[in-house]
């Protein structure tokens, strides 16, 4: 998924350049290590859909439903290079970003500036039933992403499934 473009209805886009992997009952730092609920029903799949879910009382944020139906694995979409209509992104994250690389360094942040919201879970990425889409515009995946473990869990965080893209200035973090 490193480096694929997000795109939604109104032209917003960004290039993925971070990810975090999550994995059903084995990753107790998922949302589905304890069991299939309502909140965590489109991480069982079908893949490619998008898995939107609120968080700390006050954020959005999006995976990529990976595994195939039933099996609950998701990509957390942790930071996107923005690329088309930076005055939209710039309109819905405010003031509190101040630098072009401030408006997707963060999932809720990527989230906020293109609109992204829980109507969104469920959305076919590959189809773009609902307006977002996962492209290929030819840029090739990096051949050494850098890989680390995953940010800001209480369980599972030792496992080293943090990708990111070497050198991207967006990233929610140094990788």
Not at 95 to 103: E, G, N, Q, S
Not at 138 to 151: A, F, K, M, Y
Request: with cysteine; hydrophobic share 35%.
């Amino acid at each position: 998924m490193l480096n694929k473009v997000l795109v939604v209805s109104d032209g917003r886009a960004g290039r993925i350049v971070e990810v975090e992997a999550y994995r059903g009952a084995d990753d107790p730092g998922s949302h589905a290590h304890r069991r299939r609920s309502r909140r965590n029903e489109t991480m069982f799949g079908p893949p490619g859909c998008l898995y939107v879910y609120f968080t700390y009382g006050m954020h959005w944020c999006a995976n990529v439903v990976v595994e195939s139906d039933g099996v609950a694995a998701a990509v957390l979409l942790r930071a996107l290079a923005p690329l088309r209509r930076l005055d939209a992104m710039r309109a819905a994250r405010g003031p509190a970003a101040r630098r072009d690389r401030d408006l997707c360094s963060g999932p809720a942040k990527l989230t906020q500036a293109l609109g992204i919201d829980g109507g969104l879970d469920g959305a076919d990425l590959v189809s773009g039933d609902r307006g977002v889409t996962v492209i290929d515009d030819g840029e090739p995946p990096p051949t050494d992403p850098v890989v680390s473990t995953r940010i800001g869990l209480s369980n599972g965080s030792d496992l080293p499934w943090r990708f990111c893209v070497p050198g991207a200035p967006d990233l929610s973090r140094p990788c």
